[in-house]
Structure formats: C-alpha cells, structure tokens
C-alpha cells in the first residue's frame, strides 16, 4: 500500500539554524499539507501546496516557512532561523482532491535546542 | 472562527466497554467530516469519512459515526472496544469546500486488559 514517507524522523537543532524537513507524498496525490502538532497539543494546520504554489497558509506559516517541490516527488519543508517554539511534531499530508481525505506521514520530530 | 471541538481529552475504558467520543464544530455551511486515529508511534490514519448520503458512516475496526447537522456533531462511536484500540482519536473538518483539513485536539483514548 503506497504512503507517505517522512525524513528524519527526529530532528535536533541549535536555536537559529535553517531545517529542512523532507517528505514524499504518494505519486498520484496533487494537494500537499505541511501540519504541525506541540505536544500536548492539537493538530495546527501550516500550509496547503497544490500546481506548485501554495494555495492557502496560516498566520504560523510567517516569512520563516517555505515549502517546495523541487523535483516533482519530494515535498519540503524549510525554516530559515529556528526559534524554541518551532519545537514540534511536523506531519506531511498529501490527497488526490482538494476536499477529501489527507494521508498522513509518520511525521518529523524537530527538535530546537 | 471556525473550530473542531472534542469534549473529552483522556478517556479510561475496560475491554469491552462501549465508547462514544464527542465531537462538535461551528461552521454553518458544507461540511466534510473525518475520523482519524493515530497508534502510539504511528502516522495519523483515517478511521471514517462523511462527505454526504446516510449521516450514519461505517469506518474500520468496528467504528461507526453519525453526522447530526442540527447538533454540529460528528461522534465516533464502538460498541465493545479492545485493548489494541488504546490510541489517540481526531475528529476533523472540511469546511465549506476548502482545501484543508482542521483538527480538533484529540482524544486519548487508553483501554485497560
């Protein structure tokens, strides 16, 4: 069965340093989310990406967030300038339509020390 | 603003107990509504979907939600639940066509052997 696949599964980085979480959604999806979860808390969206540009994006997805599809395959994800509060589980997502059901990766730990 | 709510954080069952987890959003317009469930250690994985037809969904595992519009509800429900079923529980929303999915912020659910 395809699925999403997330690398690293744990990330942890100095305070001010540029991440790039990775993903690779399954091949025939064209919507892609970036989700992120604190612990304890809930599931927050980040960013929606579909014809390569993203379609819509939440007030956390500031000017430190970008994402990209280099390739055609892998969906990343890029904070410039880590902050303490950017410490969280980041789910990938991906879906064949833009209102149907997203699957999920197993999620990338970051970690900001 | 348009929210997810699940009224029950932490829920303690037996095996074989019947279980109704609570969930409710505001939003007047179209919906699409979601269960997912995330085993510890695991990816988010979708448990049931309602996008229209019988409010009354039937998803994996012995899972089954209804969709009450008077109400803005969406609870999961299972007759007699098993220890494997011990995991987190997420209801979800689409709302009104948009592209992407909001979370409420979770049940846990722990089943005693």
């Known amino acids: 069965e395809p699925e999403v696949t997330q690398t690293p599964s744990h990330q942890v980085t100095q305070m001010g340093q540029e991440v790039i979480l990775r993903c690779v959604p399954i091949s025939n999806h064209l919507y892609f989310y970036w989700y992120r979860q604190i612990l304890g808390q809930k599931v927050e969206f980040l960013v929606s990406f579909y014809n390569n540009e993203i379609s819509e994006k939440s007030e956390i997805f500031d000017d430190q967030f970008s994402v990209e599809r280099p390739d055609g395959s892998n969906f990343t994800l890029k904070i410039r300038s880590t902050k303490l509060e950017d410490s969280a589980m980041y789910f990938c997502a991906g879906g064949a339509g833009s209102n149907t059901e997203a699957f999920f990766g197993q999620g990338t730990r970051l970690t900001v020390v | 603003a348009q929210s997810v709510s699940q009224h029950n954080h932490h829920v303690i069952l037996s095996e074989a107990a019947s279980l109704e987890l609570g969930c409710n959003y505001s939003?007047?317009?179209?919906?699409?509504l979601f269960w997912y469930v995330q085993y510890p250690g695991q990816h988010l994985q979708l448990l049931l979907k309602y996008f229209s037809g019988d409010p009354l969904v039937k998803g994996i595992k012995g899972f089954e939600a209804e969709f009450i519009k008077s109400k803005f509800s969406f609870n999961l429900r299972k007759p007699s639940v098993q220890w494997s079923d011990t995991a987190e529980y997420f209801c979800?929303?689409?709302?009104?066509?948009?592209?992407?999915?909001?979370f409420g912020k979770g049940t846990r659910l722990h089943i005693l052997p």
């Open positions: 939003y007047g317009g179209t919906v699409n």
């Open positions: 979800a929303v689409i709302m009104n066509r948009d592209d992407k999915i909001i």
